[in-house]
């Protein structure tokens, strides 16, 4: 079946560091790739997506290209701030499924000042 | 415009009642999806609605259930509640039939069990 990794977490750098967070997926089909964002107390917000290989997502600085080859989807940021503390999640959205996304565990990221 | 609305924001109940979430998604959305969030399983896909029609299902038992209404509106249910359903209860909502915009998700009702 489908699935999410995500590295192992909780993740702390100081401001104006720069940020990946790795993410690789298993797929049966062809998937669209998105990244999530929960602040405490909060529901999810999507950060970005990407629905075919080679696609580069990219909001608020932060950035991810779908990889194909590697199945992956890193996320990566120049220089975080303390506003980007916060978990973020990867997930995907197989075509054969409908619209169920399937998360990874998720990474507590914060930021220093 | 609106978000996804949720409500109520917390509940507490005692095992074995039953409890009823509500999900109010973006005007125009048809597709309406729930999911669980624990600290030990993350978040974990319940179903999905479109258009009143439960298209995809998660490896949940019979006691979760849902349906959506006409305006888009969806319910989810738990009957005979255990003290592991505790946990956050997402809805979220998408304009198109497949996944191709995302999913706005509300901020979730708490529900604790004790």
């Avoid at chain 1, 629905?51 to 779908?66: I, M, P, R, V």
């Avoid at chain 2, 978040?43 to 259930?65: A, H, I």
Wanted: charged letters at 15%; aromatic letters at 12%; hydrophobic letters at 30%.
């Amino acid at each position: 079946g489908d699935s999410v990794t995500q590295m192992e977490g909780p993740v702390t750098l100081s401001e104006e560091a720069f940020l990946t967070i790795n993410c690789t997926y298993t797929a049966t089909g062809y998937p669209s790739l998105f990244w999530y964002v929960q602040y405490p107390g909060e529901g999810l917000q999507l950060l970005l997506k990407a629905t075919k290989a080679d696609d580069k997502g990219s909001n608020k600085g932060f950035e991810a290209t779908y990889r194909k080859e590697t199945t992956s989807f890193h996320l990566e940021k120049g220089s975080v701030q303390v506003s980007d503390s916060a978990v973020y999640f990867c997930a995907l959205s197989d075509p054969g499924a409908n619209s169920k996304l399937t998360f990874g565990k998720g990474i507590t990221l914060s930021v220093r000042p | 415009k609106a978000g996804v609305t949720q409500t109520p924001r917390y509940l507490i109940k005692t095992r074995g009642q039953q409890v009823t979430l509500s999900c109010s998604p973006i005007s125009g959305h048809r597709s309406v999806s729930w999911y669980q969030q624990t600290p030990g399983q993350g978040l974990q896909f319940l179903f999905e609605y479109f258009s009143e029609t439960q298209r995809n299902k998660g490896n949940f038992p019979g006691r979760f259930s849902g349906r959506q209404f006409s305006n888009s509106r969806s319910e989810m249910n738990v009957s005979t509640l255990e003290l592991g359903d505790s946990a956050l209860y997402l809805c979220a909502s998408s304009l198109a039939a497949d996944n191709s915009y995302g999913y706005t998700f509300g901020s979730g009702t708490r529900l604790t069990v004790v």
